[in-house]
């Protein structure tokens, strides 16, 4: 049998590919089983140790090569920081920082909001509500696909102009928006209703509006400015609306506060347009 010979006259010598394998018996030309040496210089394990290095460099670069495209889609031009519209925004700061959307409601119709969240949580955890927690899931992150697959489009289309201003409006109104949660300072649904266990940590900001909410009807708003004739742009409310009404679901925000995202989108979109005009008249010259 080999195996004796192998312990008793072989040796491994650690070599910057791994590991090569001397091995008496197959210095003088012969096996233990008395054929022919193995033609690798290592013999068979060396030669093993390099293929297993082979894969994993291979491996390696596949992964280097497929996270430099993901750095460009998603470091380039549509996440830089938008200090210019901002500049434009906050001149025209008492133009916006007071519309009159509606009031917050007072906590016993919170509480009563509450139990249709309740309902939405036991629904979610049911089987049928499993396509629901995964767009609750992606949406949780900075993301356009809400906002491009009712257009037909997806990330990393040669519409980059208009994925450029989804991100520019995405940007300008979570900043607005966090201003109006701070205003009214709104308890999370959790901490009026101590039964939801909401399926995402709550942000460390107040709920009232929806920010979700708010930004994707900018969006949907903007989009509809731009292109007014455009057949998708019911199809971009919809998801719109499906995406600030999953807050809800994963027990995040009430109905109201989704209710006065809407109210602020509509009355900032004059205030958008002028910040995002730049950006709009490239993203309208990827569809005309």
């Known amino acids: 049998m080999c195996t004796p010979i192998l312990l ?5 010598i650690v070599t910057p590919i791994g590991l090569r394998l ?27 140790a390099l293929n297993r290095n082979r894969n994993r460099n291979r491996n390696r670069n596949r992964n280097r090569n497929r996270n430099r495209s993901s750095f460009k889609i998603n470091t380039g031009v549509l996440l830089q920081e938008p200090w210019q519209e901002r500049e434009i925004l906050h001149k025209a700061l008492e133009d916006w920082i007071d519309l009159p959307i ?46 491009l697959k009712p257009l037909g489009l997806q990330e990393g289309s040669s519409f980059g102009a208009t994925e450029a201003l989804f991100h520019l409006i995405l940007a300008l109104t979570d900043e607005i928006g ?5 205003r009214f300072d709104v308890l ?21 509006p929806s920010n979700h909410s708010f930004q994707s009807f ?17 199809e971009l409310f919809r998801s719109a609306r499906r995406i600030a009404e999953n807050r809800e679901w994963a027990g995040l925000h009430y109905a109201s506060d989704t209710r006065a995202g809407h109210q602020l989108a509509r009355m900032i979109t004059p205030i958008l347009e002028i910040a995002c005009k730049e950006q709009m008249f490239a993203a309208v010259s990827e569809w005309i």
């Not at 096996?31 to 022919?36: E, I, K, M, Y």
């Not at 900018?218 to 019911?234: G, K, T, W």
């Open 22 to 48: 001397e091995n008496g018996a197959s210095s003088q030309g012969q096996t233990a089983a008395g054929a022919a040496a193995t033609p690798h210089p290592g013999g068979a394990l060396s030669a093993l």
């Open 178 to 182: 966090l201003r109006y949660k701070a």
């Open 218 to 234: 900018s969006v949907a708003f903007m989009f509809s400015r731009m292109l007014p004739e455009h057949p998708a742009s019911s």
């Open 188 to 208: 999370r649904p959790n901490q009026i209703e101590p039964r939801l266990r909401p399926f995402l940590p709550n942000p460390n900001h107040a709920s009232y």
């Open 102 to 147: 509606a009031r917050p409601p007072g906590p016993e119709q919170l509480r009563q909001e509450c139990v249709d969240l309740l309902k939405k949580q036991y629904l979610l955890h049911q089987p049928e509500g499993a396509s629901r927690q995964a767009e609750i899931l992606t949406e949780a992150n900075l993301e356009l696909s809400g906002y």
């Open 8 to 12: 008793t006259d072989a040796k491994f």
